[in-house]
């Protein structure tokens, strides 16, 4: 008889029902590659779910207590699919220590509390593997750890929220306001359950800390990230971005360079001409530069049940791989590189700049503030509602500068309504 591995799933939700599903299509193709069968054996879920359909279809049997997978010798795999670190950190703390592998989803308790999964399993000897976590359905993270290993990577960006990006898209195709394109991405299932860390850029600072470790082997936290994200996003910016030559997009990105590491997540102005630009609704690109390569770039779906439960399954074909081939159980990567952060005096960038002033006057001052603080500015948009618009695109400015003159610009009333940064190629 086949050798079979044996699955404990923790929630049956979107993803997880969406594990089952990839489990049953391509079991048959993954006995044939690896030898061994995946099998789902238990699903954890809360009492009173009603789960017992997708649990009749697929043969595995619904538990309510955790022990009834930690304590089962015939579970090989738990795969946490539940989200949040509460109860999940316990649970898969628990499914180490019991000597099980880990696949995981979870980006927000692999960002924050990465080390002490990552060293609970290599105590135990155990996979932790969480390709899922990081843009979906792209398999960004293994293709970082093997098809990068001649390489010296120098700058990561990308489109990593498929929520903020499906908003963008949408507002601007459908003449919609902020709110209305929210409703429609939390209907579509692609927002947390509580959006707030989407819109505010939080989601994508998680798997920017996760993709740094794959990228520059150094544990930058959440701490190291300057993070801005899109909430009240005013269509006018969308739509003048546009007519100037871009598509504004909420971009994570990591730069290394000799003064070290510069680590964000904000909206920005991305020129129509770069690839990320071409990037809509709720897909995800990570693109990457590198000595060797150049250029690269990784697209697809950053979202969504099948996208996200196939990366899952991938990672348990993995395991199913290096047990047939009796490979020693390796951590996925590591990150043990000294964190060495860049100066913002030392970071640069060119910004897109919106504000509202409520007489026409303030538009000398504002120039007096631009003279004195020394910034070159061109104004691309003057307009009078009930107050003033003003926007500028500004020279090369450090980040410090730009502070200087956010601040400035305060003393005198006048509101910074949007500051984006204008991305370089
Ligand atoms: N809320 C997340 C997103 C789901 O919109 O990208 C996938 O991580």
């Known amino acids: 008889m086949e050798k079979r591995l044996k699955i404990g799933l923790l929630g049956l939700g979107v993803v997880g029902s969406g594990v089952a599903k990839v489990i049953a299509q391509n079991s048959t193709k993954i006995l044939s590659a690896t030898g061994i069968k995946l099998e789902v054996a238990k699903a954890l879920v809360r009492i009173g779910e009603d789960k017992k359909t997708i649990a009749a279809e697929h043969g595995f049997s619904l538990v309510h207590d955790i022990k009834d997978i930690t304590d089962d010798p015939e579970i090989d795999i ?12 316990s649970f898969i703390l628990a499914a180490l220590n019991s ?4 696949v995981s989803a979870n980006k927000d308790l692999i960002a924050q509390h990465g080390n002490e999964l990552v060293a609970t399993a290599q105590e135990n000897g155990c996979y932790f593997y969480y390709e899922a976590s990081v843009a979906g359905g792209i398999p960004i993270l293994r293709t970082l750890v093997n098809s990068f290993l001649a390489d010296e990577i120098t700058e990561v960006f990308g489109i990593v929220n498929g ?5 963008l898209t949408q507002m601007l195709e459908n003449n919609l306001s902020y709110e209305v394109s929210l409703q429609q991405a939390q209907k579509l299932g692609f927002a947390e359950s509580d959006p707030t860390n989407d819109v505010d850029g939080i989601d994508a600072a998680y798997k920017a800390v996760i993709l740094t470790r794959f990228a520059f082997h150094q544990d930058l936290g959440m701490k190291d990230f300057a993070v801005t994200g899109i909430r009240g996003m005013d269509l006018a910016d969308l739509k003048l971005a546009q007519q100037l030559g871009y598509e504004v997009k909420l971009i994570a990105q990591t730069k290394n360079s000799a003064n070290g590491v510069y680590a964000d997540v904000a909206p920005k102005l991305v020129p129509k001409r770069h690839p990320l630009a071409s990037i809509y609704n709720e897909l995800n690109g990570v693109f990457i530069k590198s000595y060797g390569i150049g ?12 996208p996200t439960a196939t990366s899952v399954v991938n990672d348990l074909a993995v395991i199913a791989q290096r047990t047939a081939e009796k490979l020693p159980v390796a951590p996925f990567t590591d990150y043990k590189a000294q964190v060495n952060l860049q100066n913002k005096e030392d970071v640069t960038g060119r910004f897109y700049l919106a504000l ?8 000398t001052q504002i ?3 631009f003279s004195e603080i020394n910034l070159a500015v061109e104004l691309v948009e003057q307009k009078q509602t009930d107050d003033f618009r003003f926007v500028y695109l500004t020279q090369n400015i450090s980040l410090e500068k730009r502070d200087e003159v956010v601040t400035a610009l305060a003393d005198v009333d006048v509101k910074v309504t949007q500051m984006m940064e204008i991305l370089e190629g």
């Not at 000597?99 to 880990?102: D, E, P, S």
């Not at 929520?163 to 908003?167: E, G, L, S």
């Not at 250029?295 to 099948?306: D, E, V």
């Not at 509202?356 to 538009?363: F, G, I, P, R, S």
């Open 356 to 363: 509202k002033a409520d007489t026409k006057q303030q538009q």
């Open 295 to 306: 250029k690269s770039m990784f697209y697809g779906p950053g979202a969504g049940s099948i």
């Open 99 to 102: 000597g099980k592998h880990v």
């Open 163 to 167: 929520t903020t990006n499906y908003m």
């Open 367 to 369: 120039a007096t503030i």
């Open 78 to 89: 738990v795969v946490e699919v539940m989200g949040k670190i509460e109860p999940a950190k």
